[in-house]
């Protein structure tokens, strides 16, 4: 479905060509971060799973109160 968007953006006036260099390191971080985290999850119970998830959960939630409050 991202590769539906690309039209989009390009009529909107989105210079893919000259934000390559991004595009590039955007795409290579994607992969690789796709790979790292079937592994992780391959070897991860689903406990220990939804522990974590909780925590960023909970961590994200309390910094987004914060830069409410203090900014």
């Not at 390009?10 to 390191?25: E, H, T």
């Amino acid at each position: 479905l991202h590769f539906a968007k690309i039209p989009a953006f390009i009529a909107l006036g989105f210079d893919y060509l000259g934000r390559l260099d991004l595009l590039i390191w955007l795409v290579l971080a994607v992969i690789g971060g796709t790979w790292l985290g079937k592994r992780l999850l391959g070897r991860m119970s689903e406990q220990v799973f939804l522990v974590l998830f909780q925590v960023v959960l909970a961590g994200i939630a309390c910094l987004l109160i914060y830069q409410g409050i203090f900014k």
